[in-house]
């Protein structure tokens, strides 16, 4: 997610953060080295002069009023497992209102025509797959991939690995089947610089 981050930023807004600037950005629990869901540092990059639109099925106001007995709703017992390990799921809630005024956010599916609507915006695309999937490997691992372009049937993504894959060619099928396919509780949350920024 950070490295993610830091290829959008540098791209629209011409900031070069430090892995520890991006570490404060996004609010990543170093000491416990666990992602963090990205209600958190999303209302900072907007405030940095960033427009952000966001398709994810999970819902934030129904997290908020119900905690942690909605996630059986929508994730897998693996699924929600990973996320306890691996991220920051458990303290998110202090940070959707902000996020929920902020963020253009729909709450729903993502699609791959969703997909090729934000490229259309010359939106940069955030994408969480699963990296086990992707690499052909059987299990569950969130990852987040950074898609730029559409040539044909292939997504063109930066993928920070490890290792890192720059400009990295995935075939439309075998990117929906990683973000999940129809049943996908991908998150896919394009960036482009705000008119005003």
């Known amino acids: ?43 900072k990059m907007a405030r940095l002069g960033l427009d952000i639109r966001m398709i994810e ?30 991220s920051t799921i458990q303290s998110m809630r202090d940070y959707i209102p902000e996020f929920l005024q902020t963020i253009a956010y729909e709450c729903r599916r993502a699609t791959l025509a969703d997909l090729d609507n934000m ?26 991939i950074l898609i730029l372009s559409k040539e044909g049937d292939e997504y063109i993504a930066h993928d920070p690995g490890l290792p890192p894959q720059p400009y990295r060619r995935i075939e439309s099928s ?17 960036f482009k610089k705000a008119a005003h920024g």
């Open 1 to 43: 997610m950070l490295a993610v981050y830091a290829s959008v930023l540098d791209y629209f807004l011409g900031q070069k953060p430090t892995w520890g600037e991006l570490e404060t950005l996004s609010g990543f629990d170093v000491s416990g080295n666990r992602a963090v869901w990205t209600v958190e540092p999303l209302p």
């Open 57 to 86: 099925p999970f819902n934030y106001p129904r997290f908020l009023d119900k905690g942690e007995s909605y996630l059986s709703t929508l994730y897998s017992e693996e699924e929600i497992a990973w996320y306890y390990e691996h």
């Open 119 to 144: 490229l259309a915006e010359d939106r940069l695309v955030f994408l969480s797959v699963n990296s086990k999937v992707l690499n052909d490997g059987p299990g569950f691992s969130s990852h987040a």
């Open 174 to 190: 075998k990117l929906w089947e990683a973000m999940g396919g129809d049943d996908n509780t991908a998150e896919m949350t394009g």
